[in-house]
């Protein structure tokens, strides 16, 4: 796929119709794992060597999605194509974005001593050229569950204000690691369930049967029932132009920097504070687990087995 420059994004608003739409998936997959010290997105989980990719595709397959796209660095889209189309080829149309360091970048932007890409608001945008449809975002490496799927096809399906996007939410004390702090968005939300704000919070873990993050020196309790953001997202097509517009405003400020990063929550922030749109937390995220450190992957097996032993999934994904 061919770098675009920002002038010739498509408009997002040009022959839209949302009524009754079928949602795409995309997929974040251009990232590598640096605390698990690995490409986690393709290493197999499953009792058949299934990555957890492959349950999330499985998943939103049987709650309606109906294309998927793969966000990926050039070097590891074929990695990714071997594993995910032995399952989808037949099943369910796909495709592949890629995500580096130029693409949406303005020539006066471009840093030519930057080697990573801009991070997840910035991988978005390298699909705005191949969705025209309301599509869910989610991380490659993370476990939804199933139910998480099913409340946001039917959002993408059934709502078609354009400016209403939406997450699923999911509770602190269900999506730690017991190996380690990780770093989660704290939501507010109003009495209609709208998020309000995301408040980021770093180096989250348990400690002496609490919750707690640090800022700076000191040390802050959280409540387990707080609502957290997964990055599992559902957005309009309109919120293709706005991101570009606030990631050229980002650049204009950051393009010098080797490690900063446009960050999805950069946008909802900015439709929260200028009215620009809503977004409404879903519920659905009573599963979750992810590989954020290597001892993470006993507890990622075991809770896959206890799935397939329910009957939630077959032994063999695909058959």
């Not at 890629?98 to 693409?103: P, S, V």
């Not at 006066?108 to 930057?114: A, H, P």
């Not at 490659?140 to 209403?164: C, I, N």
């Not at 209609?192 to 704000?197: A, D, I, Y």
């Amino acid at each position: 796929m061919s770098i675009k420059s920002s002038s010739s994004i498509p408009n997002p608003f040009e022959n839209q119709n949302m009524a009754h739409q079928a949602p795409t998936l995309l997929v974040l997959a251009a990232g590598m794992g640096s605390r698990y010290g690995g490409i986690k997105q393709i290493e197999g989980f499953g009792p058949s060597g299934e990555t957890i990719l492959e349950y999330s595709i499985y998943d939103a397959i049987r709650a309606g999605f109906e294309k998927i796209v793969f966000i990926v660095r050039e070097d590891i889209k074929d990695a990714v194509d071997d594993i995910v189309a032995p399952g989808l080829q037949g099943r369910i149309p796909y495709e592949f974005a890629i995500q580096n360091g130029f693409r949406f970048v303005p020539e006066e932007y471009q840093n030519t001593d930057r080697v990573k890409p801009w991070g997840t608001g910035h991988a978005v945008l390298c699909a705005s050229d191949i969705i025209q449809e309301p599509f869910a975002v989610i991380n490659a490496d993370d476990f939804y569950g199933p139910e998480a799927f099913k409340v946001m096809a039917d959002f993408l399906r059934s709502d078609t204000h354009p400016q209403h996007h939406a997450m699923v939410g999911y509770e602190l004390g269900n999506v730690l690691s017991d190996f380690g702090t990780v770093s989660r968005g704290v939501c507010t939300m109003n009495e209609n369930r709208h998020l309000t704000g995301i408040n980021e919070r770093t180096k989250v873990g348990k400690k002496d049967g609490r919750i707690v993050y640090q800022d700076g020196e000191r040390e802050f309790e959280l409540s387990p029932k707080d609502i957290v953001s997964m990055n599992f997202w559902g957005f309009k097509p309109s919120y293709f132009e706005l991101s570009l517009g606030l990631f050229h405003e980002f650049l204009s400020t950051n393009s010098k920097s080797a490690s900063a990063e446009f960050f999805i929550p950069i946008g909802v922030q900015h439709i929260i504070d200028h009215n620009e749109g809503s977004i409404s937390v879903l519920l659905g995220g009573d599963t979750w687990f992810g590989v954020t450190y290597p001892e993470d992957k006993p507890h990622v097996q075991q809770s896959l087995n206890e799935l397939l032993q329910k009957g939630i999934y077959p032994k063999k994904l695909w058959d």
